[in-house]
Structures are given as structure tokens and as C-alpha cells.
């Protein structure tokens, strides 16, 4: 399982030189190459994570995607809404 989502993490490689670009040039079309590449690069992402979790499973592509959207939510939204909650009080 750890492989296959290695692999399918792999086009991170390509946020770093993106990164240098906006880092190092610093103008309105370097910043919006990085959110336009980052736009392309977390749906690839998430459909090769979701690939690695069907073949690992051997479950359908809608478990797969329920899998994938659930540790999403679970690992960025929930706190996010703990920490909304947590300031409200």
C-alpha cells in the first residue's frame, strides 16, 4: 500500500522547481503558473492516490474515492473546524 501511494505522489516533484520560479522571479505570472500547475497537480494526486487504494483493496473506484475523501476531510477539514469551534467558545 505504501508504495503504491509513494508513486502516486511522485508529481509532487514538480511543485518545487514551480516554487523557485515564484520564489526567485516574484511577478503576477510566476504566481499564477504556481496556482495554475497546483490546480492540475492535487486532482492527479488525489486520482492516483485513489487508483493505489483500488488496487490495494481490490474495491470499487466509488469505495476508493470515499476512502480518499474521508482521510481528506478527516486530516484537513475536521481540525480546521475544531479550531473554529474551539475560538467561537
Do not use: E
Request: hydrophobic fraction near 65%; aromatic fraction near 14%; charge should be positive.
Amino acid at each position: 500500500m505504501l508504495c503504491g501511494l509513494c508513486f502516486a505522489s511522485f508529481p509532487l516533484v514538480f511543485f518545487a522547481p514551480l516554487a523557485l520560479l515564484r520564489a526567485l522571479l516574484a511577478s503576477p505570472t510566476t504566481f499564477l503558473l504556481f496556482y495554475a500547475g497546483s490546480a492540475i497537480l492535487y486532482p492527479w494526486i488525489l486520482i492516483l492516490d485513489t487508483i493505489a487504494v483500488r488496487h490495494n483493496y481490490q474495491v470499487s473506484v466509488k469505495k476508493a474515492g470515499a476512502i480518499c475523501f474521508t482521510t481528506i476531510f478527516l486530516m484537513f477539514i475536521l481540525p480546521m473546524l475544531i479550531v473554529a469551534i474551539a475560538m467561537a467558545t
